[in-house]
């Protein structure tokens, strides 16, 4: 409180510095000594509640179930799966030492956790009757892997859903990646955070270490730049051969199961702030705002009983929106509505004597700042519809700047350069191949973030390699 | 499945081995390659997320928010609190490289928040009007304390919610846990596990690492052998002092803050599995089965239809006692019953022709194993009443067992030892001091377990000391 009130930065000069800002200054985040590592926040603890509950209910509708897996992984587990190591073993963090004893074997800190799972599917699973087995963990994983940590965004330490299924047959499996995509994680991003998401397949440099297929959502930020929102693997059977995960089918023969990993993170927050938050604070799509409602008295010199006992007879009034009174004395009304701005309630009630004379109170909604007056016999209806409206309006805001920002164009290497370099979301056709990857990323700004799941409806000549075209691609900056 | 059935091991025999046995064939755990660290498989998972539920409802309502704080805690951190840091400094896992780079300084696998939590209190706290503060957090923790590793008792990393409050008095702190051990951990013992427990002050040897005071409940078994259920510390300033965490007052000067930290692990799941479960396998309380009420229908060698169709309108009957129907084809039913029976579903439903054409069920309670007849539109309703009548069932039983092993001893020291070995449960006067802890682990094959909230009522002479009693305290043998 101490502190010098108001954001500094504007997020359109340097939107970095601007979302580091925000998310101290409104109490989401904490730095800590280790770097990477944050503390979240109770603000920020129940945007990911919120996401947890949402997530976890669909996945459980789909038969999945949660379980914990240990925090530690044997060196020798990791190696199991050669091109999953070699992803991840740069980036793993190790423990050596209990105490001053040092260990017999170096355990990872998982990075995620397919190894320590699979060795005891290959236990579980022995016949068609064991499958599908479909398993998910709420966790926190470590990844030692960013230059230049940031919270949420690119954080060493990071909490997360991953689920890892197991199916008889290749079908099912894609059946489920796609489905979790699209039925899960997409609703996660467009019904609950208000962020509009293009769905596609990574391309082959960029998919997991171990998957044969990436599914992803991909976030383009009003800043021009794109980020991966989260992922769903079909890992065939790569891992099934590494660690022996064969189920015995209705054939009586020996099978290996097909496999699956999904996972959404405590990114997605970061990517929620960066996409609607503005320059004076935090903008929270309302299904995720810890307070629904800020209830701001206006003080007058003296007798101020009135004014405060209708305050808390309209926050006895709105139960369900969690509602909040700033009623500290020694704040100026300017300062109090500042700072509700900056911590981003979706709605903001203003109550002096002239609103209590009139029987109404002025409502103003955080994404426009728009002021209304509503009658107090209306209040709790009004403030329904404008939480909705709100969440839609974010939604539409998000939607209609990734739909102007997408420029489709399919010959000219030097305009997509341009038009990237520029901050659009560049469609076109290329020739999908890990080298094409290397070349956009050396010719354009930018880097591709995923293949829509469409046909190619011409004959493309991919801009990049000359070859024929084989896949449609989405290419720009990379937060 | 292809393992064989029943429990080899009786619980009197060989209680360990019982334990064990029981917790893997009932697919509560799997073990992995990291000695001391277990897989919680989803019927396991399934209770913690129910005791979640209970304690999160409970602590929120007295206004405790969740927070993440980080996994890992920078090695100068840690020393910061010298009783603490000489608790957990010989049981902490080490991070000492992140992929091949060695790092500046190792980092410490929490064992416990209160260090990286208090770095951040001594930020937050600045003004009286920043207190109470009262911050939880769900996660994992390592200990690397075990000789003999034992899933849910004595694991290397557990699961537990540890709050963490800081207020301006000690009055209002010592209220709070007292009101956390009594009031939220003592009913989730006895109301949610049917556990009864001795609630008490841990002796000076006993108590936490760095607290003035910890309170504790701990649970009698019925092998004759006492654990610590939970405890709730009262950390005074030692915290706040090592760590600057000072408050203005009303009075204008600085304060150090009164902190507590309570604590509750997945350490309970194993005291309810030793409590209550039997030679035939798991017996768990009602409100934390994953399904109360198994359906098992009895097959003939044609014509199964009826009883399965019959089967499935109660399963849709039953809803909200998630049950489950066990139609295994080529398992025999007294197979299929006695998997029922190991896996602790409190009731289990027989259906065969006869019940249908009866119009009745045969249920089976999984406590008492007695069989009854219900008709059919009495089927939920009974349901619901012998869940309960179980739950009390369950808790009398434990409940008589702990009366009936207390045995009040004041003065024989013969007669204490006798009675400790005898795996009784002592209650006795002694004169409060770490030397005489040492002194009765010496002299009994059991130790302290708290000191009862109760004021001595005589003036009796320490049985183990000679001198004069301070405090009544329970002894027994320990798990």
Request: hydrophobic share 40%; aromatic share 10%.
């Amino acid at each position: 409180m101490a502190e010098k009130l108001g954001i500094e930065v504007k997020k359109a000069d340097d939107p970095n510095a601007w979302f580091t800002e925000i998310i101290n200054k409104s109490e989401m985040i904490e730095y800590t000594d280790v770097s990477g590592c944050y503390i979240l926040r109770p603000k920020s603890q129940h945007i990911w509640d919120t996401i947890h509950d949402f997530i976890d209910t669909r996945i459980k509708r789909r038969g999945v179930k949660n379980c914990s897996f240990p925090l530690f992984i044997p060196e020798s587990l990791l190696l199991k799966e050669q091109e999953h190591v070699e992803g991840f073993a740069p980036e793993v963090a190790w423990v050596t030492h209990s105490g001053e004893t040092k260990l017999a074997e170096r355990l990872a800190v998982r990075p995620t956790s397919e190894t320590i799972m699979y060795a005891a599917y290959a236990k579980w699973i022995r016949n068609y009757k064991d499958l599908p087995l479909k398993l998910n963990q709420w966790n926190n994983v470590v990844r030692w892997e960013f230059k230049h940590p940031q919270p949420f965004l690119r954080s060493r330490e990071f909490y997360w859903q991953e689920g890892h299924t197991a199916f008889a047959t290749e079908a099912e499996a894609r059946e489920e990646a796609m489905d979790i995509l699209m039925n899960v994680y997409r609703p996660t991003y467009e019904e609950l955070l208000a962020i509009p998401v293009l769905v596609g397949a990574k391309t082959e440099r960029e998919k997991f270490a171990g998957a044969v297929q990436s599914l992803s959502c991909e976030v383009f930020l009003p800043i021009g730049k794109a980020i991966q929102g989260c992922t769903s693997h079909y890992l065939g059977t790569n891992f099934a051969k590494a660690f022996g995960i064969e189920y015995v089918g209705q054939d009586q023969q020996k099978h290996f199961a097909h496999q699956n990993s999904w996972g959404f993170t405590t990114r997605s927050i970061g990517v929620a702030i960066m996409m609607h938050s503005d320059d004076k604070g935090l903008v929270l799509p309302p299904p995720v705002a810890d307070h629904k409602v800020i209830i701001v008295p206006v003080f007058q010199k003296d007798n101020n009983e009135d004014v405060l006992t209708a305050a808390k007879e309209i926050s006895h009034e709105l139960k369900g929106f969690d509602p909040l009174i700033d009623d500290r004395i020694g704040y100026t009304l300017g300062w109090r509505m500042n700072d509700a701005e900056l911590r981003g309630y979706p709605l903001r009630i203003e109550l002096g004597n002239r609103e209590l004379e009139a029987g109404i109170v002025t409502l103003v909604r955080r994404d426009t700042l728009q002021k209304m007056q509503v009658k107090r016999e209306e209040l709790r209806e009004t403030v329904k519809e404008q939480l909705e409206a709100m969440q839609r309006a974010l939604y539409l805001k998000a939607k209609a700047h990734l739909d102007a920002s997408i420029v489709e164009e399919y010959s000219s290497l030097e305009n997509i350069q341009k038009q990237v370099e520029a901050g659009k979301l560049i469609k076109t056709a290329y020739f999908s191949d890990s080298t094409t990857d290397d070349i956009i990323r050396e010719k354009t700004a930018g880097k591709t973030l995923c293949s829509p799941f469409e046909d190619l409806t011409k004959d493309y000549v991919c801009p990049f390699t000359g070859k024929p075209a084989t896949h449609y691609v989405y290419i720009a900056k990379s937060l």
